[in-house]
């Protein structure tokens, strides 16, 4: 089985000396507390609680599942322990106010806590998870007495939230949104419906849920102009924050599912249910979308996760196992044969993960320190300021989410391809990590509902592509100094200059093409996220390339030489292995809309 080891020098060298998170801390009106003693504390704790409790319940949560009676779940041996551990190291409120509990400091903190976590177990990750987006709701749109009275115990970890969307006759389309909402004479709300594949509905960790819910009021307009939102408790909450009595909220099942089968993933039945609304009448959606795009940058992590993980796996079985000669001769003489590492094709596999993962991570704590700015602003009032780095960091959530997920899935593939026949068996854990990285792909919206986010709505209808020529003109700004520079970091930094180029034409090649013929974005929408997945790994590849060629001609940095020149070499690989695969989703986004529109739907058929 995989033996999570926290990646804390690929951390490290990226919090400190690429992204500089001590100086970004520093302007941030809640960094003050963040110094990096602190922040290396926080590292260091999370990596043990992730090491030594939640990744050896990895590979049991999965054997066992959660089970189901009379609408209880009880969660995998080990886990309440396990939650209770999480709660009592105070991990829950690290980036959430003072005022309820919490511990104030910024949000990235949590995404490098929920990293650490998510890569050493995460169906049990997903439980506290969920909880962050039902707080960060709460915080944002709630009043004040629901904001006393559900945000410290749900700060604290002592209770657990949900966000209940989906239905069975919906999921992204959330138009379509039946449960009905029943004003009553004390202003709360009777709630009557349906809600499927909703995460940690119910379980066995914590003594009350928060259910953020969707629903409709009896003379709501039709359509996504009427949904409401409301706050529905498993248990009713008394104005002391005792429990009282049992809410009409019930788990009707479990779903079973292909991986993360230790994650209670349930249907939902609110059968005159008491809610309370949160946010306006018939805005609802609105509301809710804060709650979807943290979910989407947490699913972002997963990719990142899996393929950290497996890399982990295979790495050690790729120098252990052995099989054949290496074509260019001998490499471990006192064996028969060599070691899989010395094979081109497994070399490939693993650097594929690798950069994956590294690359990856890069995206995310660039984007993190866009959230920081946003949460910063909005806890100081500044809608101005909360509107510019929202609108920002909305362009890097989809081709977070999309991309990262399609390559963490791939990179788990290719884990259990390292292994050959011993990874397609649970013996070796391989086969997990797969299972597991399916899920990542689809919920909190498809590849490709990212994809016509990205192109359909962020890119063509809200900025014109001005999103695009804004990032792109950060990678030409990065590129220029190196451009003449005659060794490998020279010829990355004239590909990014040469593909940022190529991006900001393509993009004003589709907007041409989308106004004469609509089809054009559901057609390239996919394509164009994954090429731009690749524009943004190649940009944060090329900046780690630049710090580690840095360290090395100085002989100042804070790692080994081999831990730098292996930096470098990494990044080689992605611009000379992977990046050109942006190529064929080029030719593909710009190829017409006939073949795939003109087969008559009659056609589509088996017989």
């Keep these: 089985m995989p033996q999570y080891k926290a990646p804390l020098r690929d951390m490290r060298f990226q919090l400190n000396e690429v992204f500089d998170y001590a100086g970004h801390y520093a302007s941030l009106s809640n960094g003050g507390d963040a110094t990096p003693d602190m922040v290396d504390a926080i590292l260091e704790g999370c990596a043990t609680l992730c090491e030594e409790v939640l990744a050896p319940l990895y590979a049991t949560g999965d054997h066992e599942g959660c089970s189901i009676t009379d609408g209880v779940v009880t969660t995998p041996k080990g886990y309440k322990e396990a939650y209770a551990q999480y709660v009592a190291g105070g991990w829950q409120g690290l980036s959430h106010p003072q005022e309820y509990g919490g511990q104030g400091l910024p949000m990235s903190l949590n995404l490098l806590k929920s990293e650490m976590m998510g890569t050493a177990n995460w169906p049990f990750t997903m439980y506290p998870g969920l909880s962050l987006g039902c707080m960060n709701t709460v915080f944002q749109f709630g009043n004040t007495e629901q904001k006393n009275l559900y945000m410290p115990p749900l700060v604290s970890g002592e209770w657990t939230g949900t966000m209940c969307l989906t239905e069975p006759q919906c999921g992204t389309d959330l138009a379509q949104i039946r449960t009905k909402a029943e004003p009553q004479a004390d202003g709360t709300y009777k709630l009557y419906g349906t809600k499927i594949y909703i995460s940690s509905g119910e379980h066995d960790l914590a003594e009350n849920i928060i259910h953020i819910v969707l629903a409709r009021l009896p003379d709501a307009p039709k359509g996504t102009r009427g949904i409401s939102l409301f706050i529905v408790p498993k248990f009713m909450v008394n104005a002391d924050r005792s429990l009282g009595e049992r809410n009409s909220v019930k788990a009707g099942a479990l779903e079973h599912k292909m991986g993360i089968r230790a994650s209670a993933t349930c249907v939902m039945n609110f059968d005159g249910a008491t809610g309370f609304m949160i946010s306006e009448q018939n805005k609802g959606l609105e509301a809710m979308f804060t709650f979807m795009n943290t979910a989407r940058i947490g699913t972002a992590l997963q990719g990142v996760a899996h393929a950290e993980l497996s890399y982990q796996g ?121 299972r597991d990285a399916r899920i990542s792909t689809l919920y909190e919206g ?14 063509l209808l809200q900025s014109r592509g001005k999103v695009v020529f804004g990032f792109t003109g950060e990678m030409i700004d990065q590129a220029k100094p190196y451009l003449l520079d005659g060794g490998p970091l020279g010829k990355m930094a004239r590909t990014a200059f040469k593909r940022a180029i190529q991006w900001k034409v393509l993009t004003v090649r589709l907007m041409l093409r989308a106004k004469k013929d609509r089809d054009v974005v559901g057609a390239a929408s996919y394509d164009f996220l994954m090429y731009a997945g690749y524009m943004m790994m190649g940009h944060f590849w090329l900046k780690q390339a630049i710090v580690a060629s840095k360290a090395l001609s100085s002989g100042k940095g804070a790692e080994s030489k081999e831990f730098y020149t292996a930096k470098g070499q990494t990044a080689e690989f992605f611009f000379e292995r992977l990046l050109p695969r942006a190529d064929g989703h080029k030719a593909t986004m710009l190829s017409p809309t006939s073949s795939i529109m003109q087969m008559n739907n009659d056609h589509f058929t088996f017989q």
């Design 446 to 459: 498809t590849t490709g509902i990212q994809a016509l986010d990205l192109l359909g709505r962020k890119v």
């Design 314 to 434: 295979a790495v050690p079985y790729a120098k252990d196992r052995r099989s054949m000669r290496a074509l260019t001769g001998k490499k471990d003489t006192d064996h028969p044969n060599d070691a899989l590492i010395w094979h081109a094709d497994v070399r490939r596999m693993l650097l594929t993960q690798r950069a994956v993962a590294e690359g990856g991570r890069a995206m995310i704590y660039h984007a993190a320190k866009l959230a920081d700015h946003m949460v910063a602003s909005l806890a100081e009032g500044d809608n101005a300021k909360y509107a510019e780095y929202d609108d920002r960091l909305g362009f890097y959530t989809p081709i977070l989410k999309g991309f990262l997920t399609e390559l963490g899935l791939e990179c788990a593939n290719l884990g259990m391809q390292v292994f050959g026949g011993h990874g397609y068996v649970k013996d070796y854990g391989m086969e997990q990590i797969a």
